[in-house]
């Protein structure tokens, strides 16, 4: 009989933390926007570079000594992945676009005052993006809020553009719009972290931070082991679920329907990609989805659907013994690599 528990890694589960926040702040009306950047380490940038580009299908905008950046063809901020070389695969930091440059200083101020020291990254010091703040959160991980990003626009005009790229051999058109070959999605969606103690990380970023919890998968103790968080009406900016603090689990491409998926699937089965589950549907957050490993090891996804969450979105809860089913609805069950394997 499969055990069914569940848990990221072989930690255990996470209980709710001593937030201690009651009475703190609540950031309710802060200005987090959506994510800007995820930071990965590579252990072969010319590698990563050429997967990222040629089978993912993202545009690279920067390169420099040690790294690389680069977005989506529907993106126009200067980049919304940076690969950086190291001597590991590993997680730099997880970054967040504000919508107001005061928002920045209202953050941290919240995060000050949760008790988190906050460090000022100024203008210059981080390519393609202005002035930012850092920090360490409960679940051990970098976050970093960012107001100004230099805007490089994205494949479309923004004047009467059509609502699709032509896409080379494909039907309409013969390139022209240099549509990036491979998967070429259209922005970056998402991503999931680990946590030891899952309560009191979703604690942080909701209350302080103002994140809201779409849906939350429950123990039998009622402890929170995974939950989803957004703040861009979607299912899910940021997910967190049990695991070592600090660890990435996957960052996820967004795809604009299932025949994207399908075609995502070929893509990735055509250039030898390792996929770790799917293509297959998730019961939380009710998105199509693929899972797969760049060849540095670290897990990408690629989503579509689910969901429209207004702020006022009542909250879903999974209990552990339907956990097979929240996060792969079509096979009812979860496999050891989808658990314990992260970067
Ligand atoms: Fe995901």
């Known amino acids: 009989m499969r055990d069914t528990r569940f848990t990221f890694c072989d930690t255990g589960h996470s209980a709710p933390g001593p937030c201690g926040s009651a009475g703190l702040w609540r950031g309710g009306w802060v200005g987090i926007l959506r994510l800007s950047h995820v930071d990965v380490t590579v252990t072969d940038l010319d590698l990563a570079v050429a997967y990222y580009t040629e089978v993912i299908g993202m545009v690279l905008t920067e390169r420099t000594a040690g ?55 100024s203008q210059g010091d981080s390519v393609g993006q202005g002035e930012s703040v850092r920090f360490e959160t409960p679940s051990g991980h970098t976050m970093e809020l960012v107001h100004d990003v230099r805007k490089l626009g994205s494949a479309l005009p923004r004047l009467n553009p059509r609502p699709y790229l032509f896409r080379p051999g494909g039907a309409g058109g013969d390139g022209a719009d240099g549509v990036p070959p491979g998967i070429a999605p259209p922005r970056m969606d998402h991503l ?64 604009d329907d299932w025949d994207h998926v399908r075609d995502a699937a070929d893509i990735l089965a055509y250039n030898g990609i390792s996929v770790d589950v799917g293509p297959t549907r998730h019961g939380i957050t009710r998105g199509s989805t693929i ?36 996060i792969f609805y079509y096979e009812g069950e979860l496999n050891d690599r989808f658990m314990k394997v992260h970067t």
Not at 240 to 247: D, F, L, R, S
Not at 301 to 307: A, C, I, L, P, Q
Request: proline share 5%.
């Open 192 to 255: 999931l972290v680990t946590a030891e103690e899952v309560g009191e990380a979703t604690q942080f970023y909701s209350d302080v931070l103002g994140f809201r919890v779409t849906e939350q998968l429950i123990d039998g103790q009622g402890h929170q082991v995974g939950t989803w968080l957004e703040r861009s009406h979607s299912p899910h900016d940021l997910a967190v679920v049990a695991g070592p603090n600090g660890g990435l689990h996957h960052f996820a491409y967004w795809l």
């Open 67 to 121: 790294s690389a950046y680069l977005k989506c063809w529907d993106e126009a901020d200067h980049h919304s992945l940076r690969l950086t070389y190291a001597p590991r695969t590993g997680f730099g930091l997880m970054s967040f676009k504000v919508e107001h440059s005061d928002d920045l200083s209202d953050l941290e101020n919240a995060v000050a005052r949760y008790g988190f020291p906050v460090q000022r990254v």
């Open 291 to 326: 899972y797969f490993f760049d060849p540095l090891g670290t897990r990408n996804e690629v989503f579509t659907g689910g969901y429209r969450p207004d702020p006022d979105f009542p909250m879903i809860t999974w209990t552990e013994d339907n956990a097979g089913r929240a």
